[in-house]
């Protein structure tokens, strides 16, 4: 049937998610989920939607409930809130909203590939800026024109970035922002466990727009549930993208339930952070070159290069971590911050290795 869809459409590659193993007893630090579960009110709310009539009728199409709780948690109103079906559903609709085909995307490279296959997928062109050896990013991120001198259209920066776990200070964002061209998307998917955000920055230039996932932050992977922080009117004319009905019932509901329990944020959030901060000195004691992190994964090097060899030798003993190769950067192995028990096997068996 290659024959019969888009040639364009063939030719891509597309974007390959973490392993996702269905059955076994895994211990997971690949795809940087909470390994806790999301708050109690999260059950009590989806199983009031299951013993309610709710499910036989459409979800409310903008998600009303949620984008009131978020607006109130944010400082703004629930005009500048747009929901998705996890952040991936909201970076889709940015990049079919502001570059059209032949059109250019600016990312920053290492990152989040699915920028790249987003942009692929609507005829448009990628052009990736590296990072600086340290994870900084000079002024060129913020250039005018492509290197071929063509007018750029959209830049996503992943803040903290994957697989680094680097955070760019909001001040440093705001100078890129002022300097490009063209909108700019925060992507704050990991933003709930770094010390800093860039929300702030919607409210003075309208150029910029926040995503933000509860995937990770609030255990809720499961769900799909997202949103966009961006000024009014252009929330207005992203609503015209998306999907009539693009989050269900039981995301609604369970997203509304979870945001409101900021007292299981933090405890979780506290969690993570004092585990991170264990399995970044125990990584760098057994001899590793880690970065330091803001997300809930760490990135990890070797002066051996021996990374993939590592990744099979603990996927045989039924643990997955991420193994990353990422052309004209190198490889490494992104490892996301499990319980204090898994953390403690996967130390055991890497130290054994």
Excluded at 112 to 121: E, K, P
Excluded at 268 to 297: I, K, P
């Amino acid at each position: 049937m290659n024959h019969r869809v888009r040639p364009d459409l063939a030719a891509i590659a597309g974007y390959t998610p973490g392993e996702q193993p269905q059955s076994g007893d895994w211990i997971k630090l690949n795809t940087n989920e909470n390994p806790y579960a999301p708050s109690p009110e999260v059950a009590r709310a989806v199983s009031a939607v299951l013993g309610g009539r709710t499910l036989a009728k459409y979800p409310d199409p903008l998600a009303t409930r949620f984008r009131e709780r978020a607006a109130a948690l944010h400082g703004v109103d629930p005009a500048w809130i747009l929901c998705g079906n996890g952040s991936d559903d909201l970076l889709t609709i940015l990049v079919r909203s502001f570059v059209g085909e032949g059109q250019w995307l600016r990312m920053a490279y290492p990152s989040y590939i699915l920028y790249r296959t987003l942009a692929q997928l609507q005829g448009a062109r990628c052009e990736e800026h590296h990072f600086r050896p340290d994870w900084s990013l000079d002024d060129g991120f913020a250039a005018g024109n492509t290197a071929s001198g063509e007018p750029l259209c959209l830049a996503i920066l992943a803040n903290p970035n994957s697989p680094s776990g680097t955070c760019l200070p909001p001040d440093r964002v705001a100078e890129l922002a002022r300097r490009l061209p063209c909108p700019l998307v925060v992507d704050e998917a990991y933003g709930d466990f770094a010390a800093t955000h860039c929300i702030d920055l919607v409210r003075h230039d309208d150029r910029v727009i926040v995503t933000r996932s509860l995937s990770k932050s609030y255990a809720l992977a499961g769900i799909r549930f997202g949103y966009a922080v961006a000024q009014p009117q252009v929330v207005e004319q992203l609503v015209k993208m998306k999907d009539s009905y693009n989050c269900d019932a039981l995301s609604i509901a369970a997203a509304t339930a979870a945001i409101d329990d900021q007292s299981w944020l933090a405890t979780n959030r506290a969690m993570l952070l004092a585990t991170r901060d264990r399995l970044t000195v125990a990584m760098r004691a057994l001899g590793w070159q880690v970065v330091d992190s803001e997300a809930n994964f760490v990135w990890c090097t070797h002066p051996s290069g021996r990374h993939r060899p590592v990744y099979e030798a603990l996927k045989a003993r039924r643990i997955l971590v991420r193994c990353m190769d990422y052309p004209g950067w190198g490889d490494g192995l992104r490892i996301t911050v499990g319980t204090d028990a898994e953390i403690d096997t996967f130390l055991a068996t890497l130290h054994a290795l």
